[in-house]
């Protein structure tokens, strides 16, 4: 099955335009930082192609589907965030995506984030997709 099948069968379609995000990310070497995202979108971050992206000392919540979704090798940071009450998933990864939650690299001081209160898990992978976990964070 496919990871757009798969995500359709249980957590609702992907969106056929980067139009359903909050933020769509497809740059390299990008830092999102500060923001409440509080919005009704199907992602509130979607980030893809190969992507690089940090994202660090923000509130991401209330999703329609991910408070973040990574697909097609996209790389991602996830640093001192609160990701909480999104509708599915707090973080899901596709086909390749790479997270490091809690530090930019193995060598960078711990910045822990909290995943709390998503509805259904905090953070899932597909599809030959990666997390490395560092402790501290609250899933």
Same mark, same amino acid.
């Given at each position: 099955?496919?990871?757009?099948?798969?995500?359709?069968?249980?957590?609702?379609?992907?969106?056929?335009?980067?139009?359903?995000?909050?933020?769509? @990310?497809?740059?390299?070497?990008?830092?999102?930082?500060?923001?409440?995202?509080?919005?009704?979108?199907?992602?509130?971050?979607?980030?893809?192609?190969?992507?690089?992206?940090?994202?660090?000392?923000?509130?991401?919540?209330?999703?329609? *589907?991910?408070?973040? $979704?990574?697909?097609? *090798?996209?790389?991602?940071?996830?640093?001192? *965030?609160?990701?909480?009450? *999104?509708?599915?998933?707090?973080?899901?990864?596709?086909?390749?995506? $790479?997270?490091?939650?809690?530090?930019?690299?193995?060598? $960078?001081?711990?910045?822990?984030?909290?995943?709390?209160?998503?509805?259904?898990?905090?953070? @899932?992978?597909?599809?030959?997709?990666?997390?490395?976990?560092?402790?501290?964070?609250?899933?």
């Amino acid at each position: 099955m496919s990871d757009a099948g798969w995500c359709s069968d249980r957590f609702g379609a992907l969106p056929p335009t980067i139009a359903d995000s909050a933020f769509t @990310v497809t740059g390299h070497d990008v830092t999102v930082r500060g923001f409440v995202l509080d919005a009704p979108a199907r992602f509130e971050f979607f980030i893809i192609g190969g992507a690089a992206l940090t994202i660090e000392s923000n509130t991401i919540s209330n999703a329609e *589907n991910f408070g973040i $979704s990574a697909a097609g *090798n996209a790389s991602v940071a996830v640093l001192d *965030n609160v990701i909480s009450d *999104n509708k599915f998933v707090g973080m899901i990864g596709l086909t390749g995506a $790479s997270f490091q939650i809690g530090s930019a690299t193995g060598f $960078s001081p711990a910045r822990p984030n909290v995943l709390a209160d998503n509805t259904r898990l905090g953070l @899932v992978l597909v599809r030959n997709a990666s997390a490395h976990v560092i402790a501290g964070n609250t899933i």
